[in-house]
């Protein structure tokens, strides 16, 4: 038995001689500790109230798997949903895959006056990749109204009446991670960094190639698309993001092999490095932006988002003096972007939207989140934890 409560007015006791006003009881039967289970019980207690429903299941014992279940709302009998699971052995398309124990295909049925009447569905199918089984399309039944009759085609269910095509894996990358996917036609590409485990940037309605877009937070050695040289002594004067800084004093930045046809965003951020004066440079095929909306003369001991539209241009390159540089991207301008960094072995250190509002991301000793930052160091959130010892502020 399973017990959630919420908002309970009151602390039970063993033997429930107070009850809270809400909680949630879930209740699972199982016929023997190596069967999955057969009934679902779910129980809502609210305002003296109380609303059940039950999930049944029906199970291939020779193969310990779930073949159908049925949900009644004990509330609404004529509420009656009937879900029906079908495994690779059961898919012609899918069965060198009959290894995989997990369902690859549903259907939903509602039952009316004793009909069941087909009103959704899903489909994911599996492919073989580095020895390992993935899935790369995901589709979903799309009925017009429900159907009675419905004939599933278990040769291959994509041709089946009504189903669509919603979501497809177009790449890999070399941990078997998705890297270019397609959802509802849109394109959204994914890089990834700490020996390609991590995704450090969602590019969404990516089009084009890698050579369109460029990011870096500086946080590795993975340069992102930019060409510049790492500093051998990281600076960490109150990041941006993450926990390091680009100094740009000697240190330019170039972006190259862009497409003249296209039209790009670049955007960074950028503060004083200490006392000196700052004097940034923003050229593009080689000569000085004049126009960019920003002067050296902005750029203080707080950072300030510079963000310039490029059309026509072949290459990118930042320079200057006195000038800290962070959270540093490009991409055409259809597109948007969303950025991440981690502590390795501990959890996110920062995310950053295409707003380029970041939130960084701190941890304790134990490794648990103690406070969430913003670009310039302010607290946003700071979480507490108490074990024994009373805490103290």
């Known amino acids: 038995m399973k017990l959630n409560r919420e908002r309970a007015e009151v602390q039970p006791g063993q033997q429930w001689l107070f009850k809270p006003a809400e909680y949630n009881l879930f209740k699972y039967g199982y016929l023997s500790a190596l069967l999955s289970k057969y009934k679902e019980t779910s129980k809502l207690y609210k305002n003296g109230l109380t609303r059940e429903s039950n999930i049944y299941f029906s199970i291939d014992s020779l193969n310990n798997q779930i073949t159908k279940s049925v949900y009644k709302d004990i509330n609404n009998p ?14 012609n398309s899918q069965s060198a895959f009959f290894t995989y124990k997990n369902p690859l295909l549903f259907i939903d049925k509602k039952v009316y006056n004793g009909v069941e009447y087909t009103i959704n569905g899903g489909y994911f199918p599996l492919i073989s990749l580095n020895g390992r089984l993935l899935h790369n399309k995901a589709y979903r039944l799309d009925l017009a109204q429900p159907v009675s009759n419905y004939t599933l085609n278990l040769n291959q269910p994509e041709l089946s009446q009504g189903f669509k095509l919603t979501n497809e894996v177009l790449n890999f990358n070399s941990k078997n991670y998705p890297e270019l996917i397609k959802d509802n036609g849109i394109q959204t590409k994914i890089f990834y960094d700490y020996s390609d485990l991590k995704p450090t940037a969602y590019i969404r309605n990516f089009t084009g190639t890698n050579s369109d877009f460029a990011y870096t937070s500086f ?61 940034l440079v923003v050229k593009k095929n080689g000569s000085i932006i004049s126009d960019s909306g920003i002067s050296n003369s902005d750029i203080g001991e707080k950072w300030i988002i510079y963000q310039y539209r490029l059309s026509s241009s072949s290459s990118v390159q930042i320079e200057g003096d006195g000038v800290l540089i962070d959270e540093l991207r490009i991409l055409p301008i259809e597109s948007s972007i969303t950025t991440y960094g981690y502590f390795p072995f501990i959890g996110l250190s920062y995310e950053n939207p295409n707003s380029m509002i ?28 108490q074990y024994k010892a009373p805490i103290s502020f």
């Open 78 to 91: 004529s509420n009656t949903m009937i879900r029906y699971y079908f495994y690779s052995d059961e898919i």
């Open 219 to 279: 946080e590795t050695n993975n340069q992102g698309g930019w060409n510049y040289t790492a500093l051998s002594r990281p600076i960490r004067i109150t990041p941006f993001t993450g926990s390091i800084v680009h100094r740009l004093s000697g240190n330019p930045l170039t972006k190259n092999n862009l497409n003249q046809s296209r039209t790009y965003v670049l955007t960074f951020a950028v503060k004083k490095d200490g006392n000196a004066i700052p004097n």
């Open 358 to 385: 970041p939130v960084n991301y701190f941890y304790n000793g134990q490794r648990r989140l103690s406070m969430i930052l913003n670009q310039n160091g302010e607290r946003l959130k700071q979480y507490f934890y």
